[in-house]
């Protein structure tokens, strides 16, 4: 009759260990909480053609937006709409404005004061980029996060 080999005891963790696990939880923990008050270094919101709709990455963007806002909750928050060339300078700012407060509907809604976010249009008026075609109007239709000192 064959025997199974005899099967040690795992050894018991040692003050040391448990002390080194708790100081790495503490740092992890330390690091989601510096994370969460930094502001995010994205701030820019893109859409497509006549759009004004959040993709769902930038509603992630937009979701970070608001973690940080939570952190720092009296901080206003200025969302500037922009289109690109195409289209009358009336109908670009109203695009602009519609597209600013799709900006401003999301972060509130993720939980931002809305008194404390504002938005405006610019329309085509401030271009991210000058000069015409498909490259250059993608990356002037946008709507830019500008946080404000009080």
Known sequence: MSQAPARSAAPAPSAAD???RAAAAARNAAARADEA???????????????YTISPSDADLLSRH?????????????IEGHADE???AEYNL????RRADAVRRTLSTLGVRESMIES?????QKPAV?????DVW?????????YSAR
Request: charged share 20%; aromatic share 8%.
């Open 138 to 146: 993608a990356r002037n239709r946008r709507a830019e996060i500008i």
């Open 86 to 88: 195409r289209g009358s």
């Open 18 to 20: 448990a002390s080194a």
């Open 94 to 97: 109203a695009l602009g404005q």
């Open 130 to 134: 000058q000069g015409s075609g498909e």
């Open 37 to 51: 008050a930094a502001p995010v270094a994205e701030r820019t919101v893109y859409f497509g053609f006549d759009q």
């Open 120 to 124: 405006v249009s610019w329309g085509e």
């Open 66 to 78: 608001a973690r940080y806002l939570a952190t720092v909750p009296n901080t206003p928050v200025r």
